[in-house]
């Protein structure tokens, strides 16, 4: 089982927890071109990361965590760095599989497989397969995932139901939309974190983070800590989420 460091996960106010937590990892590569290294070397630093913050994220006992790991337009990088990225994706699923089902986690693939190799898409399978009954986090990787293919894969699916007569157009509501998406079951996102500078979404679960607060930070990826990922929590816990309504 993963420890648990509880002096920090005690700063966390436990009624004022997100359920579900969103982040896009960037900065890698920045983060290592600033040391003289090659842009792989911040992916994996960036890995070593993503296992920091999950295992956090299982002792704070959150429902749900998204991480961007892989986007529908991150195919247009160099050959090279797209093959580095999916080795370096199936060799932590490899190691890490075992682990993460020990600690009951529930992981689930976001996005398109059918461009990933077949043994990475077995893989990926046997991962999920491995822990679809766990009851602990909900652990969602987003990898070839688009808001926009997402949607659109949703609007397909609608399209054949309507089609096939097993639905009419009218009924269709925003649970029956929510329910054709790869999140379908799990709550929306309640924050969204991004790291390293940038302030923009990229494509990110636009559907899901209608409502979402934002947190954004200077830090690369690679320098994210447990720590400051309980601040963006505490932050949370501050704000005022009104979802259009008023302040009583
Ligand atoms: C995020 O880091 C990881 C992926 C997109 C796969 P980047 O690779 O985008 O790093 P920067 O933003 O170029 O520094
Ligand atoms: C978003 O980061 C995708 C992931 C973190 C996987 P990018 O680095 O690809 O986004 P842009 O190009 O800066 O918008
Ligand atoms: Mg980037």
């Not at 002096?7 to 997100?18: H, I, N, Q, S, Y």
């Amino acid at each position: 089982m993963w420890e648990s460091d509880g002096g920090l996960l005690a700063r966390v106010d436990k009624t004022k927890m997100p359920r579900h937590v969103a982040i896009i990892m960037d900065g890698n590569g920045r983060w290592a071109n600033c040391r003289g290294l090659l842009r792989s070397a911040g992916h994996t630093a960036g890995v070593k990361t993503l296992k920091k913050i999950l295992k956090t994220a299982v002792n704070l006992k959150l429902e749900a965590l998204t991480v961007y790991a892989f986007s529908t337009e991150n195919w247009k990088r160099p050959h090279s760095e797209v093959d580095f990225l999916m080795h370096l994706f199936s060799d932590y699923l490899e190691r890490e599989k075992l682990e993460m089902h020990q600690n009951n986690v529930r992981i689930k693939f976001l996005g398109r497989t059918e461009d990933f190799s077949p043994a990475l898409q077995k893989l990926m399978h046997e991962s999920a397969e491995l822990m679809k009954n766990n009851t602990g986090v909900k652990f969602n990787v987003a990898a070839d995932y688009g808001g926009q293919d997402e949607i659109i894969r949703a609007a397909q699916k609608l399209a054949r139901r309507v089609q096939s007569g097993e639905i009419l157009p009218e009924e269709i509501s925003e649970k029956i939309f929510d329910d054709e998406l790869d999140t379908f079951g799990q709550p929306p996102v309640d924050l969204l974190i991004r790291t390293s500078g940038e302030l923009r979404i990229s494509n990110f679960l636009l559907w899901q983070a209608a409502y979402a607060e934002f947190w954004f930070t200077d830090t690369p990826w690679p320098e994210f800590t447990p720590e400051e990922f309980i601040d963006a929590l505490i932050d949370f816990g501050k704000r005022s989420r009104r979802f259009g309504a008023l302040n009583n």
